[in-house]
C-alpha cells in the first residue's frame, strides 16, 4: 500500500525552528519528486519545495528560500523540511507529495497553481506564534 506520513508539525515561537519529516511506504522515494506544500486558512496551496534526483532539482518558493532546507534519506525512505526563523505567515497545514516527473516540470505546472502529483500525505499542522 503506497503511503505518504507527515510528521514533525506543532507550535512554535516566531524565529524557531522546526523539522518535518515525510516517510514513504510502498514505494522508493529516491525514484521520485517530492514536494512540500502549504495551505493557510483561507489561502490557496502553495508549493514550498521541491528535489528530484533526475534533473538533480531543488527548488524553493521566494517565501521561504534561505530559510527552509529540504533533503533526503533514501536509506530510511525519508525526505525532510527543515524550517528555521519561522514566522507567523508560515502557519498552514504542510504536506508533501511525490511525483514521477521532475521538479523542472512540476515547477511550470505550480506557476500555474497546478498541483497535481501522484501521491499525497495527510499533513502536518505548524503553527508559528508567541
Known amino acids: 500500500q503506497v503511503q505518504l506520513v507527515e510528521s514533525g508539525g506543532g507550535l512554535v515561537q516566531p524565529g524557531g525552528s522546526l523539522r518535518l519529516s515525510c516517510a514513504a511506504s510502498?514505494?522508493?522515494?529516491?525514484?521520485?519528486?517530492i514536494g512540500w506544500f502549504r495551505q493557510a486558512p483561507g489561502k490557496e496551496r502553495e508549493g514550498v519545495s521541491c528535489?528530484?534526483?533526475?534533473?538533480?532539482?531543488?527548488l524553493y518558493a521566494d517565501s521561504v528560500k534561505g530559510r527552509f532546507t529540504i533533503s533526503r534519506d533514501n536509506a530510511n525512505n525519508t525526505v525532510y523540511l527543515q524550517m528555521n526563523s519561522l514566522k507567523p505567515e508560515d502557519t498552514a497545514v504542510y504536506y508533501c507529495?511525490?511525483?514521477?516527473?521532475?521538479?523542472?516540470?512540476?515547477?511550470?505546472?505550480?506557476?500555474?497553481?497546478?498541483?497535481?502529483?501522484?501521491?499525497w500525505g495527510k499533513g502536518t499542522l505548524v503553527t508559528v506564534s508567541s
Open positions: 507529495a511525490a511525483d514521477g516527473r521532475s521538479c523542472t516540470t512540476l515547477q511550470a505546472m505550480w506557476e500555474e497553481k497546478y498541483y497535481g502529483m501522484d501521491y
Open positions: 510502498g514505494f522508493t522515494l529516491a525514484y521520485y519528486a
Open positions: 528535489t528530484s534526483s533526475s534533473d538533480g532539482k531543488i
